[in-house]
């Protein structure tokens, strides 16, 4: 006997095309979800490939205010949120020359907590596709459970043997497991695919974060004298030694 996939989906019994349905729902967050982080990621890049460059060149001429302003106008840049986010926290102190050690460390702490931000928005979703991925081939499983059930069942009611009593009732129970696996499948993908992202991102931000608090560091000591900045430095860590 053979079937189309609509006379078979047309045969299924309730429960087999609410599997069904359930499972083309996951299937639709996690191609919206795909879609909208893809999106977002490739927004982000292509923004601080525009946005390092000018960002390098203005702390090359000193110049913190249009370098903070270039952080503004890139608010899709992970990079420009995490350094702009540390730079208007300090800039005030670099401007009036009364950058200290503390300072220093205020604007590291800065850029520790734009850090966490960013990522934390950076992963938001990514929950819906390993919820997608994990839990697609078990609910399609379910409805391949309750079909042969019923196919078996079925059997025994008519009192009818062989493998041609069941066929239809086997083949409606295992296209839910396929369509289970179908919806898995991208969803572990993209999962993996833009976790390695963020991974990569993470470690781009963390990067230019620390050439940022070397610079200051260095602007520090070179403007607004390297002895007051080593003697407070020098301070704090022989109190530190003397505790």
């Known amino acids: ?15 087999a095309k609410g599997i069904v349905y359930t499972l083309l729902i996951m299937s ?4 919206q979800q795909l879609i909208s982080k893809w999106w977002s990621m490739r927004k982000a890049q292509a923004e601080t490939r525009k946005f390092a460059p000018e960002f390098s060149q203005f702390l090359e001429e000193d110049n913190l205010g249009e370098a903070i ?15 702009g986010g540390a730079l208007s926290e300090i800039r005030p102190l670099i401007q009036d020359g009364s950058v200290t050690v503390a300072d220093i460390n205020s604007a590291e702490r800065a850029v520790e907590r734009e850090m966490l931000m ?3 928005d950076l992963k938001r979703g990514l929950g819906i596709l390993a919820t997608v991925g994990a839990t697609a081939p078990f609910v399609g499983l379910l409805g391949t459970t309750m079909g042969i059930v019923n196919s078996f069942t079925g059997m025994a009611t008519s009192g009818a043997g062989g493998i041609s009593a069941i066929a239809a009732g086997v083949a409606e129970a295992l296209i839910t ?11 572990v993908w993209s999962f993996n695919y833009f976790q390695t992202k963020i991974d990569n991102l993470t470690a781009e931000m963390t990067y230019t974060s620390k050439e940022m608090i070397d610079y200051l560091i260095k602007g520090v000591s070179g403007e607004f004298g ?18």
């Open 1 to 15: 006997m053979n079937m189309s996939l609509m006379e078979l989906y047309e045969s299924m019994g309730w429960f």
């Open 28 to 31: 639709a967050l996690s191609f």
């Open 69 to 83: 302003n270039l952080a503004e106008q890139y608010k899709k840049s992970h990079v420009a949120r995490v350094l």
């Open 118 to 120: 960013t990522v934390v």
């Open 177 to 187: 497991t396929a369509i289970g696996i179908g919806v898995a499948i991208p969803a």
């Open 226 to 243: 390297r002895s007051r900045f080593t003697r407070e430095f020098n301070t704090a860590g022989q109190q530190t030694i003397s505790q």
